[in-house]
């Protein structure tokens, strides 16, 4: 039987990315290391020639005018986790990432939103003295999802 609470997935997207090369970037990580799907709140994607994979025909990709939106379609038991250097956040080397999540990152230049962090399950950063790259963000917190660790 196919239990939905038991099996694992991870969607990763952004809110309002600047730059569209960063979106390509992340969306050629994403498919290499197994998100079940990619998703734009606000800001749309367009094709970019970094996404080599072409990564947004071969899984699925959501588009969300506004975070309400984004959130009124979380997966039902989806965990929202917030990428952001935050002093709430957990760190990265000892989070233990959610079997069913969606992770969400901020805008290169402004972060997540107050309002968004407030509705995100759990927060997580990484030891950076400043921020990274979003694609670069994303790409470690994929990478992370996928060693030997514990699943919450």
Not at 38 to 44: V, Y
Not at 52 to 71: R, S
Not at 85 to 109: M, Q, W
Not at 112 to 120: G, I, Q, R, W
Request: some cysteine; glycine content about 8%; aromatic content about 12%.
């Amino acid at each position: 039987m196919n239990d939905n609470f038991i099996n694992e997935y991870f969607g990763i997207g952004i809110q309002n990315g600047k730059t569209p090369e960063n979106l390509g970037v992340l969306w050629r990580s994403a498919q290499n290391l197994g998100a079940t799907f990619i998703f734009t709140i606000g800001n749309r994607y367009a094709k970019q020639a970094c996404d080599t994979h072409d990564a947004i025909k071969a899984i699925p990709y959501f588009h969300y005018d506004t975070f309400e939106a984004f959130f009124e379609n979380l997966p039902k038991g989806a965990r929202l986790v917030g990428v952001e250097l935050n002093e709430k956040a957990s760190d990265l080397e000892t989070f233990e990432h959610p079997r069913r999540c969606v992770y969400i990152l901020g805008a290169e230049d402004h972060g997540l939103s107050k309002k968004v962090m407030e509705k995100c399950h759990h927060l997580v950063k990484f030891k950076s003295v400043k921020s990274l790259n979003v694609a670069v963000a994303g790409t470690i917190i994929m990478y992370d999802r996928n060693l030997a660790k514990p699943r919450s």
